[in-house]
């Protein structure tokens, strides 16, 4: 139906029918533009909001007459009144304004009155109410448009059709606390999921420890992807030398666009169990084989284990793999190790077996052995931790992981397959040192007898200048 806001049919009549009078050569040629501002309209899901028809005349304008479409499933108008643009030099207009929402469509005009001048230069005709109905885009379109001088004769006008965009802020649909595996230093991420049909949106990212805000880590303006999996980057990360157990992390994501923002915090994460490559720094000599230990540290009663570990198999040779005693504690287990030497990795299964009850505390969850191929440094990581509770319940558990220092010949203690005065002052620095002082430097502890001292600076001088 057709909703009148101005009275004053007769007017819009004469307009029209003299508009229709007209012929191709009274259209005169100087350039008018009416447009509808903003020419990209963003508005909030329910919202009402509003545009102008705006126009820039360079000719005397004395009445305008326009017809317009919408998409009446994305918006429904509900008012239009005139503009100051005809009414310049405090003169009176009348308008016609007629309204159906079920065509989507919506006809005005309008005329000075009680002068013969008309007027040019930049303003609004009319302003039109709309109440934004469902998330989509769609366009404000000019069907018709009449621009008339004082004299009656049609004025050329280009017309520049508007967008709506009706949207809202973000939905953020999840946020958790999960394991990152992006480097070595890193032991928690945020992920998080959001929906938003918006263009380019962003998410920030907070970190709370122990219900304090955690300022050291956190990421802003992470780019969304509708409906996609997110996460911070190694920049937003928790490193694994800030987590110790019994803390309790919350990430908490706020995702925003033009329209607003919303906000979302994780479930706590709990730190109860932390998994480390133990010895952290390890030192591989030639033609031995030197143990590293996983090793496991955790409040929950633990029932079974799942992960890998990650070596340079160019650097180091793995000679063998096998459980720890942890969770052989008071039961049986069943262990299922499979490594991959091309590419350096062993995975671990271990459950209990023949038992209801979990293990506590600390201990060591498996053990490998290795010898040194090549002089060289590397990491050894923990990646896919999963570990379950006497429940069958997800475990949360952080990883600690380690750094390998392997060469072919005793001395190099850098493994840069040369033993020069790099190696020698680094024994000299940690010279007369053991393990917990603040000197100490397992790489310089050459012999590897718990200690650096002369024996250690021997070794290097016995085999000073030489290279692999």
């Not at 911070?232 to 309790?248: C, H, V, W």
Request: a negative charge.
């Amino acid at each position: 139906m057709g909703k009148h806001v101005f009275a004053g049919l007769a007017v819009f009549v004469f307009i029209a029918f003299s508009v229709a009078c007209m012929t191709p050569a009274a259209i005169a040629a100087a350039p008018n533009i009416v447009y509808v501002s903003p020419l990209a309209k963003s508005a909030k899901l329910g919202s009402n909001f509003s545009v102008d028809i705006a126009i820039n005349a360079t000719d005397y304008v004395f009445g305008a007459e326009f017809a317009l479409s919408f998409n009446s499933s994305l918006m429904e108008a509900f008012n239009a009144t005139e503009g100051a643009f005809l009414k310049q030099g405090w003169i009176g207009t009348y308008g016609i304004v007629n309204i159906s929402n079920q065509e989507g469509t919506i006809r005005l005009a309008s005329t000075r009155i009680g002068t013969t001048s008309g007027v040019r230069g930049t303003g609004a005709l009319f302003m039109i109410n709309f109440t934004a109905k469902s998330l989509g885009t769609g366009s404000l379109a000019f069907m018709d448009s009449w621009l008339l001088n004082s004299t009656l004769a049609r004025l050329n006008a280009d017309v520049v059709n508007g967008t709506i965009i009706v949207n809202q802020p973000p939905v953020i649909n999840s946020v958790q606390v999960r394991n990152s595996y992006l480097s070595s230093a890193d032991s928690m991420k945020c992920e998080f999921n959001v929906t938003d049909s918006y263009p380019s949106p962003k998410a920030n990212v907070m970190w709370f420890r122990n219900r304090r805000l955690w300022s050291e880590d956190g990421e802003e303006g992470i780019d969304v992807i509708s409906d996609s999996v997110l996460s911070t980057s190694e920049a937003g990360n928790i490193e694994s030398d800030d987590t110790f157990l019994g803390d309790s992390w919350v990430c908490m994501v706020t995702a925003y666009n033009d329209l607003g923002s919303s906000t979302k915090n994780s479930s706590a994460a709990g730190v109860k169990t932390i998994v480390s490559v133990s010895p952290e720094s390890s030192v591989f000599f030639p033609n031995m084989e030197s143990v590293v230990n996983i090793t496991i540290d955790t409040q929950e009663n633990m029932f079974a284990g799942d992960l890998v570990l990650k070596y340079d198999p160019s650097m180091l040779n793995l000679t063998q793999a096998s459980e720890g005693e942890f969770l052989r504690k008071w039961a049986s287990t069943y262990a299922i190790i499979t490594p991959n030497a091309s590419a350096g990795e062993v995975r671990f299964a271990i459950t209990r077996i023949g038992t209801a009850t979990g293990v506590t505390g600390n201990g060591v969850f498996a053990t490998l052995k290795f010898r040194p191929l090549s002089s060289n440094n590397s990491e050894i990581l923990l990646k896919n931790l999963a570990f379950t509770n006497t429940s069958i319940r997800p475990v949360f558990a952080v990883a600690r992981n380690g750094f390998a220092n392997a060469t072919l010949f005793i001395g190099d203690i850098n493994g840069d397959c040369i033993v020069n005065i790099v190696d020698l002052a680094t024994a000299g620095l940690a010279f007369n040192s053991k393990p917990g002082w603040a000197n100490w430097n397992p790489k310089a502890d050459v012999n590897r007898d718990g200690k650096v001292d002369i024996l250690d600076l021997a070794a290097v001088g016995l085999n000073y200048g030489k290279r692999c």
